[in-house]
Nanobody, 116 residues
Framework: QVQLVESGGGLVQAGGSLRLSCAAS???????MGWYRQAPGKQRELVAT???????NYADSVKGRFTIARQNAENTVYLQMNILKPEDTALYYC???????????WGHGTQVYVSS
């Protein structure tokens, strides 16, 4: 059974950095992993994804500030967040999508607060 375990998150001042981590278990097929976020009163939005082949995709709002990376053998994904802004404040979710079945799996989310 697929499980995603997240770590990281916290409170930082604007301009600071955080690194989020997510470890997936129970998956044996090729998969895309990524991060999504949801701010209070807003819809969940894509932050960054990385495919099994290493292709990355970023939301325009984080491009140049955030970096996504993975260790394929261990199905672990990281999100390095730099130059954080108050508008980055949100609940960040780890996501895994099986590239064969298109099944989606989600972590419980980790809260990021950025103060001004």
């Amino acid at each position: 059974q697929v499980q995603l375990v997240e770590s990281g998150g916290g409170l930082v001042q604007a301009g600071g950095s955080l690194r989020l981590s997510c470890a997936a278990s129970g998956i044996f097929s090729s998969n895309t992993m990524g991060w999504y976020r949801q701010a209070p009163g807003k819809q969940r939005e894509l932050v960054a994804t990385i495919t099994s082949a290493g292709r990355t995709n970023y939301a325009d709002s984080v491009k140049g500030r955030f970096t996504i990376a993975r260790q394929n053998a261990e199905n672990t994904v990281y999100l390095q967040m730099n130059i954080l802004k108050p508008e980055d404040t949100a609940l960040y979710y780890c996501n895994l999508r099986n590239e064969g079945s298109y099944s989606d799996y989600w972590g419980h989310g980790t809260q990021v607060y950025v103060s001004s």
